[in-house]
């Protein structure tokens, strides 16, 4: 009778240690896969934001500055578009580019740079840039009538 006991007490473990097993899977799945969306989502809202600033402050090209608000979040949607490291880098050049009187060099200077982030950087900058041209004919040809 005692050995039926210890195969009971084995499967007990057993199992205790594969229920175990799954919770600690549950608990750890968020660590893996949710925190460094997290944290990649609040470096591409920091380069947002402080690009968003600047169209506060320059009431004159503030719909360029805009478009290249809406460029870093199309280009940057994600860490499989867009690597952390790039947006790293990407954050760095914008917080320099914040200390500096903004001009547009530099807003050619950030799309050329987006154009040379991440996969679809190239694809996604030419479409804003090409619906950049076509709003600035259209308000030109406005202009002239």
């Known amino acids: 009778m005692t050995k039926p006991k210890v195969k009971r007490c084995r499967f007990a473990k057993i199992t205790l240690y594969g229920v175990l097993v799954i919770v600690l899977m549950e608990i750890a799945w968020p660590a893996f896969y949710i925190v460094p969306r997290i944290l990649y989502s609040q470096k591409r809202e920091q380069i947002v934001e402080i690009i968003g600033n600047w169209s506060k402050d320059d ?3 503030a ?3 805009e478009s290249l608000r809406h460029g870093v979040l199309n280009v940057c949607y994600c ?3 867009v690597s952390f490291q ?5 954050l760095a050049e914008v917080k320099r580019l914040d200390r500096e009187p903004r ?3 530099n807003v050619d200077f950030l799309w050329n740079r987006l154009a040379e982030t991440g996969l679809h950087g190239e694809a ?3 479409r804003f840039i090409n619906f950049r041209d076509a709003l ?3 308000s030109e040809q406005e202009q002239e009538i």
């Open 86 to 90: 790039e947006l790293n880098k990407l």
């Open 59 to 61: 009431a004159k090209r």
């Open 136 to 138: 600035e004919g259209a």
């Open 63 to 65: 719909s360029e500055w």
């Open 103 to 105: 001009d547009l060099v």
């Open 79 to 81: 860490s499989d578009m």
């Open 124 to 126: 996604i900058v030419s």
